[in-house]
């Protein structure tokens, strides 16, 4: 879902230039709402995780099975660069809120970089399953695979992005150090994309049907 | 304020009519408040007391809002209500004392889900397949197929396996058991007994697509020697019409015209698109139950069946007057 | 609704008045007409664009379910054909849920919320916007089905394996598809929106448990949509995938189970219910105190069971299910959960009656469809508890007794307690009163209609009526009562009819003050309507009802007793010079003839002590409310877009669309929440802001992309 | 009856229901409490070294039976470690965490009962 940047009226009281927290919590609105979202973000992935487990062994017999396409080293690898791309994503939030503005844009790019290889793995791994003969209309697996795995996928690809969004603002200097929290908030959605991964990777690859 | 009496015993009016209305309808075929079966009355068995708590609480509720309304309008008067904000004890007791009715209603209602979904013994199988929009209906161990009217023995278990061909449907006989949904790809049993003789309404309850509405069925509860009759005259081949008479050449024209191609009448066709025909006009009723069995209907039929049944699988095979008549001929000696 | 003709548009002080609008440069506070609408960021209109397009779309609703009542009411009608009756009660269903109650309740949450809290607008104003025009072009997409052949017929559930291409060919699925998907990005901006606002937008002083109990149902109803929208979401997605790329989730030839659809939907589709009645009961609790001049009994208590009801909803979606054949043991556990929701229910129904009990009530137009909503819910409610007696529900499932429990609930419940909160916030949002008279007509014709048409619907269900069939055969006993109950359907008309009449012929009655009911909460005490930025001065709350409590205190025996009627008088005017003077808006006057407009108490005490009693007209200037902006509803028109791409396959179509939402958001993220040619903390934030990076710091993140 | 001190003045905890106290440690940013880079780094060593046993398990054929045991609670330790640190909920607000946690439960739970309906796990 959409969460833009806040609007927050509260911070136009003449109430605060006297020193009041800005907000009820304190906390500020991008974050919460960050959060929620994040919260909500759990059902949705929920929902497709349980499909794919209900229906992965339900395909009718002799059609293609997980064990036929899977290569586990190949996945192990993307995993192990989307893994990597959350350190790379503290790091350049730990950068700006130094206010070191090159590390920053070092960092997020390294980042997007990551997704992007992670992506690119996702798709050499969909076009050789294609090419094995999986398709969406196979059968169960196939449909409940792309399905989870495109979806997390798309999710990577926005979080690129947004990353990249980041780095032309900080080059335009957009960005300054005390406005690191925007950063803090992409940083927040791509580890939870990483994380769904971590469960989508032992769930679905590791752990055999 | 005489308004909100008026009000209020326009509900109970209601109320009570409706109750008494509902209750004693011999008018209404399809009715759940009058059970011809064990199933059905273990159900109306445990619901009626529970429409009795919901009665009371009704009463209890709509009374206190109309009292309170009434007593304690403004009058006028200068004086401020007191500011009560509130009474622990009020409200533990309100959550309790509805909690403790619920625990008092769960109970039965657990027990008796239980004691339905037992498999009665030396039942009779039927396997029921919903097709859109009308029923099969399969004897295993007799060997009859028929369609949209289900004979049953008198007192005797009937153990129903249901299937579903394609979508969603749901089957329902209210007078003899609750309804249970056909489901595509899942298997689901349900069963039901009839202790009073006589033919019983039943409906498609899931929305099921255009004729959902035209998808009925009737369950023909027979005393033992009636229902073994009828399932030996089942159990014969179809009839073969004399040479030449227009029924014969109906018969050609059932496997000219394609309706072989869809049904099933013994020695001729092997159809397994539509309803069996072989003894069509041992039933009353045909289309899902909505036409009566009679010449006319079944010509009606034939001219244009997705015309008289909107969605209808039977195409309409633009067949001429003559034609027709001809296959109403063969049709009528399916006994 | 006249209301929109004439809206309270006043630009921010700060504005330079001397600023043309061109459509290539930013919309301002100035802008009029028509764009101060498309382009607003203003809370209170856009809960004001919300509640008419909802109407709108009741009136709609309400016409299909006339088409549908007359072809039941005799036997074998043929007023509609099969196909077309089952397009008008699909779309009767999803109409009435997702395109008037859900937006209905939206209007009041978004109008209220801010202002019982005591904020400027809400966390987001931008999205909030967009979630409003999320909302109108979902809304329309799904219309436009009717004219581009044929509008959704699979029933407001729309299950699986009925809706797959294979049994439903065409496109009119496909609109259902979609368009809801459309409007779940509505609901979950919203949620999210009036999540934050409602944590982190309170006044000083404003504890949780400070907050009027409208703001607490809503923020509940929000948490719900927070939670359910995804699930809905992955159902339907499933479901496109199903229709449109040829996957197989739904498809039994394949080897799966289409119960996965109705236990996704009814995941979504039970929460759903309680977001259609908390705010409902929201609202039923704000007015039923006020007009019986006493606190809402158990305040506390009603917090609680309403939370109890958010998370109690999320353990009884196979109640829909029971006839499916879940087995003994899951029918077992969800019939027990369903029936234990009747417990925090009842308590809200027992505390309601307690409010009104030695209560000095005033039985206007809100209270009585306040109370209505207890008598008729309580109605629904007993039979949802008849339908958790699982082998019950088994001869019920289907029939017309469902229909008549939900109609209870939802109309008895929700449309009551809506109606409740038309009459009792009419006066504050268009500052003048509905006919009270008129009111309470409808009210009666409301509650006879009601009962006439979904009353018998119970015994038809009884009867063994199937629902959703388009016709049926004579001597089944269903002639008389189906009758009766489109006659009912047509004395609601009439009451629809009234309302509308009752809304034109009173708009020129005259301006009220800030608190013509003498109500509790602190949207009363601000003008009618209220400024753009609500509060000249935020304010403090020092106890729950601040209001009241700044008119009344109790006296030994707790009886209320006016604090300072003197200078509540005194100020009031001053006041409403003060404010007349401020913000060219005649707010202010008309007080007094207030009174005879309606029962309430005095409509002059309480503005008084709101904080912008006097002097505050220098802070003014510096209030700069977040300038409008056409991103959100540009960005919103590209949704459409892309799903007609997605249903005709006109793939380029799609991508456009995709572009175009995805430009909008960029665009509208690098815009600053405030033009810049107002004095403004956003390009350069002022150091005290950073610790939180809260307000407007931070606009230019990239991730307004985030979906 | 309770006397309007009772309800009113009493200060109710913010706590309460769904959110956070509004003075929980919130407010200025909490980068100083937050770990070094060092600390970051260490932290994804951790976490590729958890993987690589993952995969290796994943190879043991004598690990077979244990297999699923042994990589879901790897799963765990990953997802609550980056949730932990990367995210900064061990830091952050109480509220930020109870609205995560809040989805995550919820949805662990309705999905494990869905799944039970299907007989998932005795399959
Ligand atoms: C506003 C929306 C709303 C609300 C609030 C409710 C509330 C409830 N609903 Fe309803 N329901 C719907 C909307 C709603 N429902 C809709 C739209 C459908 C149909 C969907 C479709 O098929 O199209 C439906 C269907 C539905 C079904 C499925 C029926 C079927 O298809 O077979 C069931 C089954 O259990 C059910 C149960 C309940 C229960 C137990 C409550 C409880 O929350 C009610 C609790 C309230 C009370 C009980 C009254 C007040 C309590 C007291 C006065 C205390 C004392 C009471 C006792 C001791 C009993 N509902
Ligand atoms: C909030 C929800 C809500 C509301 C308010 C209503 C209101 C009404 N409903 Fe509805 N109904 C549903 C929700 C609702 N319904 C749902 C969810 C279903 C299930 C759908 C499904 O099975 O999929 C349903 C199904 C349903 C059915 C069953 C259809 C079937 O199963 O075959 C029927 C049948 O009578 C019905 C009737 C009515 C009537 C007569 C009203 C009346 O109260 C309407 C009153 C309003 C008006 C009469 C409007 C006034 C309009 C005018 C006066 C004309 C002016 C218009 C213009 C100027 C444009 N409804
Ligand atoms: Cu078959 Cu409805
Ligand atoms: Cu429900």
Not at chain 2, 192 to 202: E, N
Not at chain 3, 414 to 442: E, T
Not at chain 4, 46 to 73: G, R
Request: charged share 15%; with cysteine.
């Amino acid at each position: 879902m959409v969460i833009t940047a806040s609007e927050g009226s509260h911070t136009e009281d003449p109430a605060i230039a006297e020193g009041h927290p800005p907000t009820s919590t304190g906390l500020s609105n991008e974050k919460v709402a960050m959060w929620a979202f994040l919260g909500s973000e759990c059902l949705l992935f929920g929902a497709l995780i349980s499909v794919y487990l209900l229906f992965k062994g339900q395909s009718q017999p002799n059609t293609i099975t997980p064990k036929n396409v899977y290569d586990i080293p190949f996945t192990s690898v993307s995993s192990f660069v989307l893994l990597m791309s959350s350190l790379t994503m503290v790091l350049a939030l730990a950068a700006i809120q130094r206010g070191d503005h090159r590390r920053l844009r070092i960092w997020v790019l390294t980042t997007a970089l990551l997704g992007a290889t992670f992506v690119a793995g996702q798709m050499y791994e969909f076009t050789t399953f294609y090419s094995k003969g999986l398709k969406i209309s196979t059968n169960l697996f196939g449909s409940s695979f792309f399905v989870l795995t495109g979806f997390h996928g798309a999710h990577v690809t926005i979080g690129i992005l947004m990353l990249l969004s980041l780095w032309n603002l900080s080059v335009r200097g957009k960005l300054p150090a005390n406005r690191s929290e925007t950063v803090e908030l992409v940083g927040l959605y791509w580890h939870f994309v990483d994380i769904v991964w971590i469960i989508i990777f032992t769930l679905v690859y590791l752990i055999p049907s | 304020m005489s308004r909100t009496h008026r009000r209020v015993r326009f509900g109970v009016i209601l109320a009570l009519a409706a109750l008494a209305v509902a209750a004693c309808s011999p008018n209404a075929p399809q009715t759940t408040l009058d059970p011809q079966g064990p199933n059905a009355r273990t159900i109306s068995h445990l619901i009626n007391p529970v429409f009795w708590v919901a009665g009371v609480v009704f009463v209890l509720v709509e009374g206190m809002a109309v009292i309170f309304v009434i007593k304690y309008r403004n009058r006028g008067d200068a004086q401020e209500p007191v500011q009560i904000h509130g009474n622990s004890r009020l409200e533990v007791g309100w959550t309790l004392i509805p909690a403790a009715i619920l625990v008092a209603v769960a109970i039965p209602t657990i027990a008796t889900i239980f004691k339905l979904s037992h498999k009665p013994a030396h039942a009779i199988n039927v396997t029921v397949t919903a097709h859109q929009w009308w029923w099969e209906y399969n004897y295993p161990d007799l060997g009859v197929t028929t369609a949209n009217e289900l004979h049953m023995p008198l007192n005797q278990p009937l153990e129903v396996t249901l299937i579903g061909a394609d979508v969603i449907h749901s089957f329902w006989v209210p007078a003899l058991a609750g309804k249970q949904d056909v489901v595509p790809g899942r298997i689901n049993h349900m069963n039901m007994t009839g202790d009073k003789v006589g033919t019983f309404l039943g409906q498609c309850t899931e929305f099921c697509g255009a004729s959902h509405a035209n998808m009925r069925l009737k369950a023909m509860v027979q005393s033992p020697q009636d229902f073994q009759s009828w399932v030996d005259s089942q159990r014969q081949a179809a009839a073969t019409p004399p040479a030449g008479s227009p029924a014969d050449g109906g018969l050609t024209l059932f496997t000219s015209k394609g309706c072989s191609g869809c049904h099933t009448v013994q020695g001729v066709s092997d159809g397994k698109v539509g309803p069996n025909l072989t003894h069509l006009q041992s039933r009353t009723s045909f289309a899902g139950a909505i036409f009566a069995m009679n010449p006319d209907n079944l010509s009606t039929w034939l001219k244009n069946p997705p015309g008289v049944k909107p969605g209808s699988k039977m195409p309409n095979l633009n067949l001429s007057g003559d034609e027709i008549t001809k296959l109403v001929a063969y049709l009528e000696t399916l006994k | 609704m006249t209301i929109v003709t004439d809206p309270p548009a006043r630009p921010p002080v700060a504005q330079p008045p001397d600023q043309p609008v061109r459509l290539l440069r930013r919309p301002t506070g100035y802008t009029k007409g028509i764009w101060s609408w498309v382009t607003t960021v203003d809370h209170k209109k856009i809960g004001i664009m919300y509640g008419v397009t909802a109407f709108i779309f009741f009136l709609l609703g309400g016409l299909e379910a006339l088409m549908l009542r007359i072809q039941l009411g005799s036997p074998n009608n043929t007023f509609l054909s099969a196909d077309t009756y089952n397009q008008v009660f699909t779309m009767h269903g999803t109409t009435m849920i997702f395109l008037f109650v859900m937006p209905l309740s939206a209007a009041f949450a978004n109008y209220m919320i801010p202002i019982q809290i005591g904020a400027r607008d809400v966390a987001f104003p931008r999205l909030n916007a967009f979630g409003y025009w999320v909302f109108l072009v979902g809304g329309l997409f799904m219309y436009s089905s009717f004219i581009l052949g044929g509008a959704p017929n699979g029933g407001w559930f729309g299950y699986a394996p009925n809706t797959l291409k294979l049994y439903s060919p065409g496109h009119n699925i496909d609109f259902w598809v979609f368009g809801l998907q459309i409007l779940g990005i509505a609901s979950l901006t919203g949620a999210v929106n009036l999540i934050v606002t409602a944590i982190n937008m309170r006044a000083p002083g404003m504890s949780l448990f400070r907050m009027p109990i409208f703001t607490w149902m809503s923020l509940v109803a929000q948490f719900l949509l927070l939670f359910a929208i995804p699930v809905i979401t992955v159902a339907l997605f499933l479901l496109m995938f199903d229709r449109t790329f040829g996957a197989n989730f739904f498809n039994a030839q394949a080897g799966s189970d289409p119960l996965l659809w109705q236990h996704l939907f009814w995941l979504f589709g039970h929460p759903e219910v309680y977001i259609l009645i908390l705010p409902a009961m929201g609202i039923v609790s704000e007015v039923i105190p006020v007009f019986s001049r006493k606190p809402l009994f158990g305040y506390q208590v009603m917090v609680f069971s309403g939370i109890a009801i958010g998370f109690m909803g999320w353990g009884v979606w196979a109640h829909h299910m029971f006839a499916t054949g879940l087995g003994p043991v899951a029918t077992s556990a969800f019939s027990a959960s369903t029936m234990f929701i009747a417990v925090p229910t009842g308590v809200k129904i027992f505390n309601w009656l307690a409010t009104m009990w030695r209560g000095k009530i005033t039985a206007n137009a809100p209270m009585l469809f306040a109370v209505g909503f207890v008598a008729m819910f309580t109605i629904g409610g007993l039979s949802g508890v008849t339908h958790g007696v699982v082998p019950a529900d088994t001869q019920q499932t289907d029939t017309y007794y469902v229909v008549a429990h939900f109609h209870y609930v939802l109309f008895g419940g929700s449309v009551f307690g809506l109606f409740a909160g038309i009459f009792y916030w009419y006066p504050k949002v268009v500052g003048h009163m509905l006919s009270d008279k008129l009111g309470k007509i409808q009210f009666w014709l409301f509650l006879i209609g009601f009962n006439m048409t979904f009353g018998p619907f119970h015994i038809l269900g009884l009867q063994g009526m199937p629902r959703r069939i388009y016709t049926y055969p004579s001597h089944r006993g269903w002639d008389f009562w189906n009758m009766i109950s489109t006659i009912g359907s047509f004395v609601i008309a009439a009451a629809v009819l009234l309302f509308i009449y009752n809304v034109w012929s009173s708009r020129k009655n005259p301006k009220v003050g800030n608190d013509p009911w003498d109500a509790r909460t602190l949207e009363w005490s601000i003008p009618s309507p209220p400024p753009e930025y609500n509060f000249a001065e935020v304010p403090l709350v020092t106890a729950r009802d601040d209001l009241w409590h700044r008119k009344y205190t109790e006296d030994e025996n707790g009886r209320s007793i006016p604090r300072h009627p003197a200078d509540a008088a005194a100020e009031a005017d001053t006041e409403a010079v003060v404010r007349a003077a401020v913000t060219d808006e005649g707010s202010g006057d008309g007080d007094g003839s207030a009174d005879d407009a309606h029962e309430g108490g005095d409509a002059n005490d309480g503005d008084g002590h709101e904080a912008d009693g006097g002097g505050h007209e220098e802070h003014e200037p510096h209030i700069h409310m977040p300038s409008p902006s056409y991103w959100p509803a540009f960005t919103s028109i590209g949704l459409a877009v892309i799903c007609y791409g997605m249903i005709y396959r006109v793939w380029v179509v799609a991508i456009l669309g995709g572009l175009w939402v995805l430009g909008g958001l960029y665009a509208w993220s690098l815009e600053p929440a405030t033009a810049p040619d107002e004095p403004e903390l956003d390009t350069e934030p002022s150091t005290d802001l950073e610790p939180v990076g809260a307000g407007p710091a931070g606009s230019p993140d990239g991730d307004g992309g985030s979906d | 009856m309770a006397s309007e001190a009772e309800i009113e003045e009493t200060p109710v905890p913010d706590g309460g229901a769904v959110v956070g106290h509004a003075t929980d440690e919130a407010g200025a940013p909490h980068a100083h409490k937050h770990p070094t880079e060092g600390q970051y780094v260490l932290i994804a060593l951790f976490l590729a070294a958890l993987t690589a046993v993952e995969v290796a398990v994943y190879y043991i054929s004598a690990l077979k039976d244990l297999l699923v045991p042994i990589l879901l609670t790897f799963a765990i330790v990953k997802f609550t470690v980056v949730v932990a640190f990367f995210m900064h909920l061990r830091f952050d607000s109480r509220l930020f965490r109870r609205l995560f946690v809040l989805g995550l439960a919820l949805a662990i739970f309705v999905f494990t009962i869905v799944l039970t309906t299907f007989h998932f796990w005795s399959r």
